[in-house]
């Protein structure tokens, strides 16, 4: 484009209606310098979740929320943050899905709950049916180029399938044929999300470890990089939260629980859980919460109660 | 045909997910019924655990208010253990919490509330906004949006706040309790007041002045979506040794008459929400017929009360106003305003020392209830342990006051009765603008509606704690 023509056009949008000008100049000037980025079309759907991994979404250093809305993907769809309301809002939705069929990212937040037809969460209603969070991840699922699941419920079930499960609620990779990137942690660290959806963008599918997770954030223990572990090698533990030694006679589940947080650290990253006193829980595992229940009683002595917490299996629940 | 019944739905720009399906006739919306569409059962998931698990479990009940959680359950088992909090952890916990006061107060008017009034730029997720009833000049308007991207660093700074002290948000670790099991150091002092005055800076210069500028503006909103002025607070900042004062009062304002709050007037009610007794428990029944909501319908003295910022900053003199759509969103903001400046004043009466925490090890208590003002209203949670194992486990949240159903004799919940008679001049245009705007200046939060599952027994009535 000429020069000419370009200042001409930003002239005309500066004075529209529509405020649409930076995003003209935006888009312009990244094909000027070539990029071979576009952003990621995402579809968020929120189920049967806290909305923590929303709030911690929010809290993304590095980018922060505005440039990652701005330079890293379009947010087409979300409960939280999507201005449209009402029916404009499920058009929307319908509309992305159809149009960017096999392109879009779908993001779900929440354990899907299976018992009763799904109904213990509905993500949206009309005068004469309502649309469940199994429907919706059951209808978008197939149509998506990734399917990443945010946070510990998506991803396993999380809180949302804490025993007893009344629900009958599971992690989104029980309820579609195909394969889930799990960002589980509760919530997760907004740089375990926003690096996975940079990944996605500028690279492609990260490389995933067993439970599905980019092995970027998850691949080793916080034991094995605790600021602490020199206390765990000489046997010297913490009596009581608040003490400075090792929190594994606290509860800690350092040893079991695969995520980078006492080098990545949380929220502009300037602390976290043991570096604050207190144990890891183990938030990110799969077992969360029962497998880390109750959270101050030492590893070996923590009632092994998973057993208990997976059965009965939630009906429609599909083989792994 | 005059009736008309109108789906709206989804409720965006809030926690968790909400329909609210009304019946128009001609322009005026003759009944309201607002649908929390979650259900969770925490209180299922707390039963037969550890009683210490309480305060990290039940902070995920909430994403956005999730310390507000953590915080009642910490006064909870300082009551079973009888613990003494010293100064130190006092001001410490509540500099955390009022950090995560403001985390939420901040998101909700810039995230939440302003693309009710501000015409965002046209791109995602600001697409298909479809306000007609956009009224700022343009170069307000503007400068709005701006702000909007602006409060994502001041929002961010207040969880950064709470981290420098907690480990991490949502769900922090070290406010538990006996206290708080991380030092007040200078280094630390100093971070949080570099954030806060950043902070404080922020809400002063922008959140305040762009409140009054939405205000005098939409000024018509001071008619519109009022509440009976029925309003309700356990009091806001716990102290002393036994978390036995509040720095904020409670009290029951009804008749204009201010009253001291009592927990034992508090009663449940479930003939319009998805529940049945079974056996002398309450369980969730997505079949009920006739019900349209997970959320229970929750009373004082059998009356429905409305609370939140609005009804502390009254119950408290700070405001002097009436209890509208636009009185709940100015009161809000001078909520934020005030608490910015208790935390700068708390963090200057922190005194350098050992981290301020004594847990004993087994509780004294078989039974506790606390009732405390947190972000939205008054939090209770409620348990009975036995052999330090949780028996059963309560939580009664501002969502359920705000947005109860219909009560077994047709009572009308605060958000349904600011909404019912509400005149919608052209319905096709502006339905969806006015009613989100009066739903929204609530602080819906519907994650933490999904849980309430209460009590033996008696279904129709009185609580038994």
């Known amino acids: 484009m000429k020069k000419e023509d370009f200042v001409k056009r930003c002239q005309e949008l500066a004075v529209g209606p529509q405020f649409n000008l930076s995003e003209y100049v935006i888009s312009e000037a990244k094909k000027h310098r070539g990029s071979k980025f576009r952003k990621l079309p995402v579809i968020w759907l929120e189920t049967s979740d806290s909305g923590d991994n929303n709030i911690a979404f929010m809290n993304t250093t590095y980018p922060y929320l505005g440039q990652v809305f701005t330079d890293l993907i379009d947010l087409l769809y979300s409960n939280t943050f999507m201005a449209a309301q009402g029916k404009d809002a499920l058009n929307i939705l319908e509309y992305a899905a159809a149009r960017l069929r096999g392109k879009f990212t779908l993001v779900v937040e929440g354990a899907v709950p299976l018992k009763d037809n799904g109904l213990y969460t509905i993500i949206a209603r009309t005068e004469d049916r309502n649309l469940t969070a199994l429907e919706a991840v059951m209808w978008l699922g197939p149509l998506a180029e990734y399917v990443v699941a945010v946070g510990t419920c998506a991803s396993f079930g999380g809180v949302s399938a804490a025993r007893p499960n009344i629900t009958g609620s599971v992690g989104v990779r029980n309820v579609l044929n195909r394969e889930v990137i799990n960002v589980s942690g509760c919530p997760i660290n907004p740089d375990w999300f926003v690096g996975t959806l940079a990944h996605l963008l500028m690279y492609g599918k990260p490389e995933l470890d067993s439970f599905g997770r980019p092995a970027l954030f998850y691949g080793f223990t916080v034991h094995r990089h605790c600021q602490r572990r020199s206390y765990f090698d000489q046997g010297q533990f913490a009596e009581k939260l608040g003490d400075i030694e090792c929190m594994f006679s606290q509860g800690c589940v350092g040893p079991k629980t695969g995520a980078d947080c006492p080098y990545r650290q949380w929220i502009n990253h300037v602390n976290w859980p043991v570096k604050a006193n207190t144990p890891c829980i183990g938030c990110t595992n799969e077992d969360f919460p029962d497998g880390s229940s109750p959270f101050f009683t030492p590893l070996p002595e923590k009632n092994m109660e998973e057993e208990q917490s997976n059965s009965p299996a939630p009906e429609g629940e599909k083989d792994e | ?465």
Not at chain 2, 34 to 58: F, L, Q
Not at chain 2, 441 to 465: E, M, R
């Open chain 2, 1 to 465: 045909m005059s009736k008309k019944r109108i789906m709206f739905s989804p409720v965006t720009r809030l926690s968790g997910l909400l329909s609210v399906e009304v019946v128009m006739d001609r322009n005026i919306v003759s009944v309201a019924n607002a649908s929390g569409t979650m259900y969770r059962g925490i209180e299922h998931v707390m039963k037969g655990r550890h009683i210490t698990d309480a305060v990290y479990m039940t902070q995920r009940v909430c994403g956005i208010c999730s310390l507000a959680h953590g915080a009642v359950a910490s006064y909870l088992l300082d009551e079973l253990y009888d613990h003494e909090l010293s100064d130190n952890a006092q001001y410490l916990r509540n500099i955390m919490l009022a950090a995560d006061i403001l985390q939420n107060h901040i998101r909700h008017f810039y995230f939440f509330s302003l693309p009710d009034y501000v015409k965002m730029p046209v791109q995602p997720p600001f697409e298909g906004q479809n306000l007609k009833d956009a009224r700022l000049a343009p170069q307000d308007n503007t400068r709005l949006v701006e702000h909007y991207f602006r409060s994502v660093v001041a929002s961010q700074e207040c969880h950064q706040l709470l981290t420098v002290f907690g480990g991490k948000a949502p769900n922090q670790h070290s406010f538990v309790h006996g206290g708080v099991a991380v030092a007040p150091t200078a280094d630390k002092v100093n971070q949080a007041l570099s954030l806060i005055e950043s902070v404080h800076g922020f809400v002063k210069e922008y959140l305040v002045p762009d409140t009054e500028l939405i205000s005098r503006v939409y000024n018509d909103y001071f008619k519109i979506g009022r509440t009976p002025a029925s309003l309700l607070s356990f009091g806001m900042f716990r102290f002393g040794s036994k978390n036995q004062l509040s720095l904020w009062r409670g009290g029951v304002l009804t008749r204009n008459q201010i009253s001291a709050p009592d927990i034992r007037l508090i009663s449940e009610d479930v003939t319009n929400a998805w529940y049945l007794p079974v056996d002398g428990e309450v369980l969730p029944a997505p079949h009920k017929t006739g019900a349209y909501t997970y959320i229970k319908s929750v009373h004082y003295a059998g009356q429905p009360f409305e609370m939140g910022p609005l009804a502390r900053m009254i119950i408290n003199g700070f405001y002097h106003g009436g209890t509208s759509t636009m009185d709940r969103i100015k009161a809000r903001s001078l909520e934020t305003l005030l608490i910015t400046e208790l935390v700068m004043e708390w963090l200057r009466k922190l005194v350098p020392g050992p981290p301020p925490i004594q847990q004993k090890q087994k509780p004294l208590k078989e039974q506790a209830v606390v009732a405390t003002d947190i972000m939205r209203g008054s939090l209770l949670h409620s348990v009975r342990v036995k052999d330090e194992q949780v028996e059963e486990y309560k939580i009664i949240t501002p969502t359920n006051w705000n947005f109860s159903p219909k009560d077994k004799n047709g009572q009308l919940g605060p958000v349904e009765y600011a909404l019912t008679g509400t005149v919608i001049p052209n319905p096709d245009l502006f339905l969806n603008t006015i009613l989100g705007r009066i739903i929204r200046s609530f602080d819906p939060c519907i994650n933490c509606g999904a849980h309430v599952l209460n009590a033996k027994g008696d279904v129709t009535g009185k609580i038994v704690f």
